[in-house]
């Protein structure tokens, strides 16, 4: 581009470049919300093999009230916030909002009323906001990184993997002799999620290779890989196999599974929604054609 010291494929201002509008406290919405929900979902399976469920129902709507704080710190008006439960017709975000309420009215019941079937119905509306977390996601079409069809399902199964991860914290901290008893099937648990969610991260990951996102975003999810891979999958499987060799510290084990877990579902949130979130920027088809020539190739900063 003459007079601007820019080669045209270099694109300037063109170039995707990384959204601003959900900083950290937006992310704590999705990081907060989602290892809640997932508790909730949890705690009702261990409900009904005996596991007491008031500790880990009361921490997953404790995380679920922070999640929608930080929404709430990031609007910074907090009778503005209210306008976010009155678009549900279009908005997943109110969507998530509206879910939240029979959230905590089934989940205060459940620790009420410490009834598996009430448990049950805190983990199908925890599901729900877990869902609606997804799809605010997924539903944001000018960020390649949130639009992938793959987003939904690593969203949701992070979440429950996070729930399972804090459940063995919680409970062997609650209830370190029940907790011993149950602790078989909550590792199943857990083990059965993180394998989920290896295939959804692999699939998410290949969501994305060629041209269907910007070089940028492909670059920040590689660098990611190792951390994710190892610390929120490799580390906390080693912890549970380990554990069942060594019952005397299994609970400790299992705690540390489920931190490494936790951390390897945060990460990954922080990464897709504040790192690897650049939007499309600009292409152009064909370049002009000068005079009666033909137009040129087009050109698409950032994206090869």
């Known amino acids: 581009m003459k007079g601007t010291g820019m080669r045209a494929d270099q694109g300037g201002g063109v170039n995707p470049t990384l959204q601003k509008d959900w900083d950290i406290r937006g992310t704590g919405n999705f990081i907060f919300g989602g290892v809640g929900s997932g508790l909730l979902i949890v705690a009702a399976i261990a409900a009904f093999i005996g596991m007491p469920q008031q500790w880990p129902i009361g921490l997953g709507l404790f995380f679920v009230l922070l999640g929608l704080l930080c929404v709430l710190a990031k609007i910074g008006r907090p009778f503005r916030a209210l306008n976010v439960i009155f678009n549900p017709k279009t908005s997943w975000m109110s969507r998530?909002?509206?879910?939240?309420?029979?959230?905590?009215?089934?989940?205060?019941?459940?620790?009420?009323?410490?009834?598996?079937?009430?448990?049950?119905?805190?983990?199908?509306?925890?599901?729900?906001?877990?869902?609606?977390?997804?799809?605010?996601?997924?539903?944001?079409?000018?960020?390649?990184?949130?639009?992938?069809?793959?987003?939904?399902?690593?969203?949701?199964?992070?979440?429950?993997?996070?729930?399972?991860g804090a459940f063995m914290i919680v409970g062997a901290l609650s209830d370190p002799q029940a907790m011993a008893t149950a602790l078989p099937v909550v590792s199943t648990v857990l083990l059965v999620t993180i394998a989920a969610r290896v295939f959804a991260w692999r699939g998410?990951?290949?969501?994305?290779?060629?041209?269907?996102?910007?070089?940028?975003?492909?670059?920040?999810?590689?660098?990611?890989e190792v951390f994710i891979t190892f610390a929120g999958h490799v580390v906390p499987v080693l912890?549970?196999?380990?554990?069942?060799?060594?019952?005397?510290?299994?609970?400790?084990?299992?705690?540390?599974?489920?931190?490494?877990?936790?951390?390897?579902?945060?990460?990954?949130?922080?990464?897709?929604?504040?790192?690897?979130?650049?939007?499309?920027?600009?292409?152009?088809?064909?370049?002009?054609?000068?005079?009666?020539g033909k137009s040129g190739p087009g050109i698409k900063p950032g994206w090869s």
């Open 96 to 164: 998530e909002a509206l879910a939240a309420f029979p959230v905590f009215a089934a989940g205060g019941a459940a620790i009420l009323f410490p009834w598996p079937p009430l448990a049950a119905l805190a983990a199908l509306f925890g599901g729900a906001f877990l869902y609606c977390q997804g799809m605010i996601l997924t539903a944001s079409k000018g960020i390649p990184a949130w639009r992938s069809t793959k987003t939904l399902p690593l969203i949701m199964v992070t979440g429950i993997v996070e729930g399972a």
């Open 204 to 224: 998410y990951r290949r969501s994305l290779d060629g041209d269907s996102a910007p070089r940028a975003t492909r670059e920040v999810l590689a660098n990611a």
């Open 239 to 292: 912890l549970i196999f380990v554990s069942m060799m060594l019952p005397r510290e299994g609970h400790f084990l299992a705690m540390g599974a489920g931190a490494f877990a936790i951390a390897g579902g945060w990460y990954l949130k922080f990464i897709i929604v504040n790192r690897a979130a650049f939007n499309q920027g600009f292409a152009i088809l064909h370049s002009p054609a000068r005079g009666g």
